[in-house]
């Protein structure tokens, strides 16, 4: 057996004993949480590693920043985890049920998924906010973090197992996956006999990595090449604010904007006004012929590849449009399914957009910006599918979870 | 483009179309069931020359017969795209639903999965099976059935074909992949631009092949490596006559037994009893040292391989464990996850045994034969499923479709 194999066969094991650790769970995850506040120094010390490491390697600014641990970080990991506890249990709800004609009574009732891998970059919060998630969700968790947060990620992990052994659990409901080789993260996604889902959290590069050498189920996570489209009957002052909101609020999260589709018979009033208020964070648009002709020269010309890029950035591709089926179409075209957006005051285009539109959030006349677990009411996140198996959107707890059907009778035969 | 990709982007312009066919979905069924009465002499033709071609290559018997249709069978198969006709319509059912505090409206809604592919084996009536749940269900399918059914796959997916575009639908809602090469089944698993999701139906060979090969998210189905328990309280008469249902009313299906476990305390009383049932249909035993020194020499040892195999066959498995846990821990080494039964009159094996063994279906007192998607009220069955993402156990209509947040504002941002 390979040290994944082993590591894999473990977790199985720690797997069946979480199955039915019930209200248990929450002492372990109060054990995590005050191990974290009391081992703070620890995981900064190891944080000050990979933070020497970034820099001597070049890493930027916002990177490091991401990467860095301080007191009051550690105190929100910790009651990260807190918040997890209190979140209701989302194992063994009876999701169906009924009794059969032949008298068996059959129920459908949520379970844990059992083993969950979660591959993830550069943030070091991750690794106790998806474990307490899992553990939450009654499955051990594999966690395969970013060389750049190794140090952190360990002292992490370390301080997370000791705790569940503390707290009488199996250590191995939590482990680390503490080579970083792009090796051991292929082992990881093929380890097919251990792993019931495998959820890669991070940029395009690493989701497109999993889904081709994956083997064992995988959830894919995060890219949001995300549009609004302003309808002929817009609220004009209502579209440049939400387009305004949904691309500068946060410009490098998934659920920003990158593209704005504006009808034509209210491009050349709406566009002025989008484009003021753009300008206040000076965000660069690059425009069709017919935007440019009402814009100006100041608008770069959008090429295919721009409609079809997520920037992450301040820059938004605009695209003047025929009628809202081109909009569609549009949207059907360079989507990655993730969040759109329609600006109407028209109740049959409200209606086919959201029909018509096959992405994970399909919003009218609000920001797409709200595509997120906290925002929809779920406690906390995974991450959120853009595939449409199992879980679709933002995934919380109750997406961690899998079910089985259990049938009491008394003697049936078929 | 290869042949595959210009068929998938057909099928997903049909998928397009069909997210809002709404009941007009029954329209085109219909269609379908008239025209496969009426295309009847064709099929036969067609299905003429697999058997004859299934004799040539030395086809067994039973395959043939699984193999070979006839007017009773095709009316059987227009049928049973009626029934699926006749049942409700999966798409536009609101799972959840509230108001945010920020007065935002939030639904979740099913809607389809988009494009569907079925990899298969031998039996024709897959064909028809399989692309009435799908277009059911809005989704466009992509079948690939095996070469043994060619001309009969051919033939009743042109008849399928033209009658959709007779209906007014594009004929690419359904399509046959033709070519059935194994080259072509591997360029199908990995077709992740055009397909949400890819079942395999099948034997255990070709859904490793799948798991193996896929990029797109598959939904494992079928394997059964099922267990009846029979603990120290149980009726024996009544575990005889489970048994003999379980292992002998269709010993070549994925929910038929293949090992029972009996309590020590019970083991010299029942498995006489058992074996009794048993001989009525020859079945030949396998058991362990304990089981043979209680039925004696003409029961053959089991081997470790004989615990792990999917039998499919009148052979049984029969191992005297210590307790409930040994049973359970049994099952969690040898089950593929599929379906279990404890006999059992004590209350707290029961809810042990429900649980803790970690399968699709869970049976106290009853025959794993029930685990069935017409037995369990779906109303048809696509499969299956024996993994935990997305749909375990029996999959219907409702696990043929995905879903989408629809979310109503009047200008939030956030």
Redesign the interface.
Known sequence: MTQLEIMGANAKNAA?FL??AGAKKNDALHAIANALRKHSDEIIKANEKDIENGKNSGMSESLLDRLKLSPERIEGMAQGVEQVAALADPIGRVLDG?T?DNG?K?E?VT?P??VIGIIYEARPNVTSDAAALCLKAGSAVILRGGKEAINSNKAVATIMRDALGNAGFPKDCVALVEDTSRQSATELMQL?DYL??LIPRGGAGLIKSV??NA?V???ETGTGNCHVYVDKSA?ID?AA??I???KT?RPSVCNAIETVLVHKDIASEALPAIKAELDKKNVEIRGCEKTRAILGDSVVPATENDYATEFLDYILSVRVVDDIDAAIEHI?KYSTGHSESIITNDYAS?EKF???V??????????T???DGG???LGAEIGIST????A??PMGLNELT?????????????
């Not at 096959?358 to 920001?367: K, L, M, R, T």
């Not at 899998?402 to 078929?414: A, C, E, P």
Request: glycine content about 8%.
């Open positions: 069946r199955m039915t009924r059969l068996l059959i459908k379970v998924m059992g097919s019931d889902v889904v081709n083997k189920p995988v959830i609220d209502m604010n939400i305004y909101n949904a609020s059907a409200a959201t029909s018509c096959d992405s994970a959030a399909v919003y009218v006349n609000a920001s910006r709200f595509t925002e929809f009411g595939q449409k198996l199992h679709r959107g899998s079910s089985k059907y259990i049938i009491k009778g008394n003697g049936q035969v078929r």
